[in-house]
């Protein structure tokens, strides 16, 4: 894409705004919060201790409105730690000459590393850093630097005391991601009527299980609803897949079709009716075609037959459950968990982070780490702003140094459409402050109270769009720090504006001289998910081969594998469409890559259709089946390893295996009898024949040269 089209569609992304608002609620009881904190400080300590207070609240009451499942109240602590450490430091480093500068670009590397343990993180730290750059420009002697910290973490501390004693939407976003999941089943099953191939999301079910990640405390006091759905949801999306696709589950056309139709239909009324259910706590509501067409059983022999019919009553059976669940009246039934439903999964509390998070940053600190590169470039802008302020000469200097923190992102998208938005922010937040002060001329008091309604509004505006959120910050900083900093409102305001200008300048170079561009990495992130999906056909295949010797736990780990591969070769592709990144500099074309990551969902669809027959742990193995799953995982290795390396992705050896393997399925009689070949051996038959297609797809996908591909032979029938 071009330059100028991609400015002009990243600032289009900046400037948008939703029409979402925060909870209300939410919104006052953080700004209440921050009001408990800067109005007693103001009346006891003075203006100075007040605004370091209210700085600590503030954006500790931001961490909290973060895209999280971790408890508030912790995320509200983590980030008063952080901020009162970062005040401490700065206050310290600014009583030595040229000592801040080193100190600021050390802190601002490790803000930027911190984006290697989640998104929630790099952002909390990257405020830090413009809090740092804030404090510290308060005249303050170094003894009382330590009161300024441990306010800074005080103000944190009330935010979370606020939200333990006045709790709002309570396991909100766990519910909302639960729900969302079966949503997401539910339009996939409507999607499947019409499409039997049709493409499922497996993002929500991804969501759903870093919500199902519970601290011990969360694990105790949890409703009783949240208990179990979530495998029962994993278990469902497959058993779908299967009932629709002609391959394997109801033929392509016929009463059969019908039958399959008619299931898909009621279980999408089903899990809709599950789904709203769970959202709002309320008791289940069943649809009238429910009990007839997917809980009940038929008084007449179904239509469906053979793999079709098992994965039917697999899918009645998984509903049931799924309704049991949420339709026990007894809050002691409600309680008891469901049978091979899934556990919740155990998230380390505030303190056990520690040991996980300085792993993933330690994985990080390697050549090519995009999070390393991040972190590089994000000392290396705060730095360099800070110096340009400091040269302008001006008092407020450091809002150039502010708004480079605030605005670099990792990608390009996010750090231009942030870079637009926080100026066009920051001028009308700067400009409507400046004029209600230059009308009212408030004093000490009524700014904090501006200062105060500017936090609510932030917060009220959290999901509205960065630039509303920036202008109301901008206000708030504005009215704090008149608190002490009195003077020339006017002039103030245009040092601000023009500062802004150079901070979000110096970021948007520094990127643009300095970037990290996902197109080239999108060759890279194909060949993971390559590898991913075929370790997971590989994995379940295993289990035919040698049902009793493999464990749910390894197909489980495969799959979760295969799905976090997918998302980030996804998100790296939405990434690259809006990058200026001339075509050469792709080790795939856009068309290659489109066609490329058609085919890898076929492989990973067929991973699905095997796990929807997973034998049984007494069943009869198929032979050859766990020969053939360590070819296959070898063989997606070394295709993404050709990937990366620029060679020619070639599954001839695999094609070859897969027609002499099934070739001695056909003549075992271990496998046949009577001439009617076991469900196993016909479900694993008709799964690798749909592989080796999507193996085929991919080759010619890739293929670099313009020659016409060699005819595939058919696969022996």
Not at 36 to 53: D, E, M, N, R, Y
Not at 394 to 417: E, K, N
Not at 477 to 488: A, E, I
């Amino acid at each position: 894409m071009p330059w100028l089209a991609s400015l002009r569609d990243t600032a289009r992304t900046g400037l948008h705004l939703d029409r979402t608002l925060t909870n209300p609620k939410r919104a006052l009881r953080g700004a209440i919060a921050v009001a408990l904190v800067l109005l007693p400080t103001l009346a006891l300590a003075g203006p100075q201790l007040a605004t370091s207070a209210a700085m600590g609240a503030f954006i500790a009451g931001t961490a909290t409105f973060q895209r999280s499942f971790r408890p508030r109240p912790s995320l509200a602590v983590a980030a008063g730690i952080g901020l009162g450490t970062s005040t401490l430091i700065g206050y310290l480093a600014i009583s030595v000459p040229g000592l801040f500068p080193v100190v600021l670009a050390v802190w601002a590397l490790l803000a930027g590393l911190a984006w290697a343990v989640g998104v929630t993180a790099g952002v909390v730290a990257a405020t830090t850093v413009s809090v740092m750059l804030v404090v510290v420009q308060l005249p303050v002697s170094v003894p009382t630097a330590l009161g300024h910290g441990l306010l800074c973490a005080a103000g944190g501390a009330v935010q979370a005391l606020l939200i333990t004693l006045w709790p709002i939407d309570s396991w909100r976003a766990q519910r909302d991601a639960l729900a969302d999941a079966y949503t997401s089943l539910a339009d996939h099953a409507r999607q499947l009527r019409e499409d039997p191939a049709a493409p499922a999301d497996p993002e929500p079910l991804m969501t759903a299980r870093h919500a199902s990640e519970l601290t011990p405390w969360q694990e105790r006091h949890r409703p009783a609803e949240l208990h179990g759905l979530r495998g029962l949801a994993e278990q469902v999306r497959p058993v779908l897949t299967a009932i629709a696709d002609p391959r394997i589950g109801a033929p392509a056309e016929g009463p059969e079709l019908d039958r399959a139709r008619e299931l898909l239909a009621a279980a999408a009324e089903v899990l809709d009716a599950l789904a709203a259910a769970i959202r709002s706590g309320e008791p289940l509501h069943l649809p009238r075609s429910a009990p007839s067409l997917t809980l009940a059983p038929r008084t007449e022999e179904p239509m469906l037959h053979g793999p079709a019919r098992a994965a039917a009553a697999r899918l009645t059976s998984l509903l049931g459950q799924a309704v049991d669940v949420l339709d026990r009246a007894s809050p002691d039934a409600l309680g008891t968990p469901v049978t091979d439903a899934g556990s919740a999964l155990s998230r380390p509390s505030l303190f056990g982070m520690a040991a996980p998070v300085l792993s993933a940053v330690r994985r990080q600190i390697r050549p090519g780490s995009t999070v390393l590169r991040h972190a590089v470039r994000l000392a290396t802008v705060v730095t360099v702003a800070d110096l340009v302020g400091r040269l302008t000469g001006l008092h407020h200097g450091y809002w150039a140094a502010l708004t480079a923190a605030m605005v670099i992102r990792p990608d390009f998208a996010q750090t231009f459409s942030r870079g637009v938005a926080r100026l066009a922010g920051t001028v009308v937040g700067v400009a409507l402050a400046t004029a209600v002060v230059l009308v009212l001329n408030p004093g000490a008091w009524l700014s904090a109270v501006l200062a105060v309604l500017c936090v609510c509004g932030a917060y009220l505006t959290n999901r509205t769009g960065y630039a509303l959120m920036t202008a109301c910050v901008s206000g708030y900083v504005v009215f704090l720090l008149g608190l002490v900093q009195p003077g020339n409102s006017l002039a103030t305001a245009v040092e601000r504006v023009g500062l802004t200008l150079v901070g979000g300048v110096v970021a948007l170079l520094t990127y643009a001289l300095f970037p990290s561009w996902e197109s080239a990495r999108l060759g890279e992130r194909l060949a993971e998910w390559i590898a991913a999906a075929g370790r997971y056909g590989a994995a379940v295949l295993a289990v035919y081969g040698d049902p009793a010797a493999h464990s749910d736990r390894e197909v489980r780990t495969a799959l979760l594998d295969s799905r976090e591969a997918r998302s980030e070769f996804l998100q790296a592709m939405q990434r690259a469409e809006v990058e200026p990144v001339p075509e050469s500099m792709r080790k795939l074309s856009h068309k290659q890559v489109e066609k490329a990551r058609t085919a890898v969902g076929l492989l990973s669809r067929v991973g699905l259709l095997l796990e929807a027959h997973v034998p049984a742990k007494d069943a009869a193995p198929v032979p050859g089946a766990e020969a053939f799953a360590t070819s296959l995982a070898e063989a997606t290795a070394g295709a993404a390893a050709a990937i990366l390396d620029g060679r020619p992705v070639d599954f001839s050896g695999l094609r070859a295996e897969q027609r002499a393997w099934e070739r001695r399925l056909r003549e075992s009689h271990e496998a046949v009898a009577a001439g009617d070949p076991s469900e196993q051996v016909e479900v694993v038959r008709a799964a690798t024949r749909l592989l080796m297609q999507a193996l085929d797809d991919l080759e010619r996908a890739v293929r670099r040269s313009k020659a016409p591909s060699p005819r595939v032979p058919e696969p022996v029938p």
